[in-house]
């Protein structure tokens, strides 16, 4: 169960169904489209439905439709990244000391309050597969400048929107040529896939991708500190916090609870053994 991985909850805690009696209007958390954001998301139903608090899991897109719609109260919690905030807002340089305070203070303004970290960073990751010329030859990002002919780069389809942190930007920071226009996958499953097959020479991943053992694939340094510090946290609309008394205590009780190493064997669990996050 993807429960056991989880210090100090039953393996139950994210099988439970909603009971709660709340008269309050339902809270909606909403997830972008991969498997850990499931996971969480089920972790802070059964936290809530424990306070017989209502609440439903819905998809709400990629990153910027997600706070889209949660600025425009269409959803009312999600998880997200001190990396993904900070480029939301085009903020300055990250604080990598304290990156969560650093994007707290950027989007209070915005009526967005961002909780304490939950434990793990889920930062982007160059990867290669171990059993490629790449893999055996290549520790860093930087060795990746020596491929004259160019890379073959699969990548999901938001990493190309990102300006600070995307693929343009990590290009010209380590000097890298691009042989074709990247592969855009969704799926880090295809993306990975892509990688041991030989038509991709490297994929982007991120630090708690739960295959990234399992495949073969190795993470390649980064030298220059070109990716800012990813740490997760819940981020929730700061009028649902005033709405309802007791809720940023019960969202609280989740905070530094998951490693990254335990988040990285929950993604496993999902993406390799086929468990579900919830029923």
Request: glycine share 10%; hydrophobic share 35%.
């Amino acid at each position: 169960m993807i429960g056991r991985f989880f210090s100090g909850f039953t393996a139950t805690i994210l099988l439970l169904t909603l009971t709660g009696c709340s008269n309050e209007e339902r809270l909606v958390i909403g997830t972008k489209p991969f498997e850990e954001q499931a996971i969480l998301a089920s972790m802070i139903r059964g936290i809530l439905a424990e306070r017989n608090i209502d609440a439903e899991v819905e998809n709400c897109g990629g990153t910027y439709e997600c706070h889209r719609r949660l600025r425009a109260g269409e959803v009312h919690i999600l998880v997200d990244y001190s990396g993904t905030g900070l480029q939301l807002v085009g903020g300055p340089t990250p604080d990598r000391e304290n990156p969560i305070e650093q994007v707290r203070e950027l989007f209070e303004p915005l009526g967005i309050r961002w909780l304490d970290p939950l434990g793990f960073d889920n930062g982007y990751r160059i990867l290669v597969p171990n059993n490629s010329e790449l893999g055996r030859d290549a520790s860093s990002i930087a060795d990746l400048s020596t491929v004259t002919d160019g890379l073959r780069v699969a990548a999901p389809p938001e990493y190309l929107r990102r300006s600070r942190d995307g693929l343009s930007a990590l290009a010209r920071r380590y000097g890298l040529t691009l042989r074709d226009d990247p592969i855009i996958v969704r799926s880090a499953t295809e993306r990975f896939h892509l990688l041991r097959q030989g038509r991709a020479d490297v994929a982007i991943g991120y630090a708690t991708d739960g295959e990234i053992d399992d495949l073969g694939l190795v993470p390649l340094q980064d030298p220059q500190n070109f990716f800012p510090p990813y740490q997760a946290a819940i981020v929730v609309r700061q009028d649902t916090l005033d709405r309802r008394s007791g809720l940023e205590e019960i969202l609280r009780s989740l905070s530094g609870r998951i490693s990254t190493e335990e988040m990285q064997r929950m993604n496993a669990s999902v993406q390799i053994e086929g468990q579900t996050p919830s029923k």
